[in-house]
């Protein structure tokens, strides 16, 4: 065979090794799409509902891993904004500010109303008296049928949005609050208000019907003579709803997209209503 030949099928097997190892390279990144992290922050509200999501996902994906961390709709929209995390979650639409940076992307409705003891006789309140009392006008149960007792007013700290909805639907500033505690998330706020047969707070409509359901000693509250309920947000009567949002930036992975289109499939439909919150209309939903 002439040095020519075999010049040439040298080559050839070099060509030959490059491909195979090009073939290998793609195949490895092939794999790595569905394996990897997808990290998470935010609402507290949001936060269980995108844990038990992932908890499903990551069965139907082995190699995946969904990381989700609380601390309230701020942090999450911040920490959405600076890149800190894959995806942040809000418990509240976005300003048009803020849906410069990230595209908000519903899961799931909710609703906040006010929770009593589950003993306290009061069983409504209008808007004005809830007013009066988180603003201390009004400062005795006995004053709205209850018993000779002080109210003791339980607010949301600042950064969640559960406080800013509260204080956009009775047109207050937080300054005029007249708190006696002051809570983080959901869990805290029925844990005060089931402690204390006295205290009034406003939580989740969804968390709260869970809680009640499993014994916790709290009732919700109508508002505006709508029963707080899941059904009554699912029928779009309640007066103080709002969506439960997935934050992305523009540049979001491969990972956390398929992840996203996951939490926004007919998928999660009973994940979402094992929560007590209400399901999106998936045929309509955007992916």
Not at 136 to 146: F, H, M
Not at 171 to 191: P, R, T
Request: net charge negative; hydrophobic share 40%; charged share 20%.
């Amino acid at each position: 065979m002439s040095s020519f030949t075999w010049k040439r099928v040298a080559t050839t097997a070099r060509w030959m090794g490059m491909v195979v190892t090009g073939s290998l390279i793609l195949a490895g990144c092939g794999n790595n799409e569905t394996t990897g992290k997808v990290t998470l922050s935010g609402s507290s509200t949001v936060a269980p509902l995108a844990q038990v999501i992932g908890q499903q996902y990551e069965s139907e994906n082995p190699g995946m891993e969904i990381d989700v961390q609380t601390g309230g709709s701020s942090r999450g929209i911040s920490d959405a904004t600076r890149g800190l995390v894959d995806i942040g979650m809000a418990s509240r639409a976005l300003t048009p500010e803020e849906q410069e940076n990230l595209s908000p992307h519903t899961i799931a409705w909710d609703g906040i109303a006010p929770i009593v003891h589950r003993d306290n006789p009061v069983t409504e309140l209008s808007d004005s008296q809830i007013r009066g009392i988180y603003t201390g006008e009004i400062s005795n149960w006995s004053v709205l049928g209850g018993p000779d007792a002080e109210i003791v007013v339980v607010n949301k700290a600042e950064g969640r949005s559960t406080l800013k909805l509260f204080l956009h639907y009775f047109d207050l500033k937080n300054s005029e609050i007249a708190a006696d505690v002051v809570i983080g998330d959901n869990q805290q706020g029925i844990k005060t208000v089931a402690g204390n047969p006295y205290a009034i707070g406003y939580v989740s409509i969804g968390t709260a019907e869970f809680e009640a359901s499993e014994g916790a000693a709290i009732r919700l509250l109508p508002m505006g003579g709508v029963e707080a309920s899941t059904a009554s947000v699912s029928s779009g009567r309640f007066p103080l709803s709002r969506p439960l949002n997935l934050l992305v930036r523009p540049d979001l992975s491969q990972a956390s997209q398929r992840f996203l289109d996951y939490a926004r499939s007919a998928q999660v439909a009973d994940l979402v209503k094992g929560q007590f919150f209400v399901p999106i209309d998936y045929s309509s939903a955007e992916h």
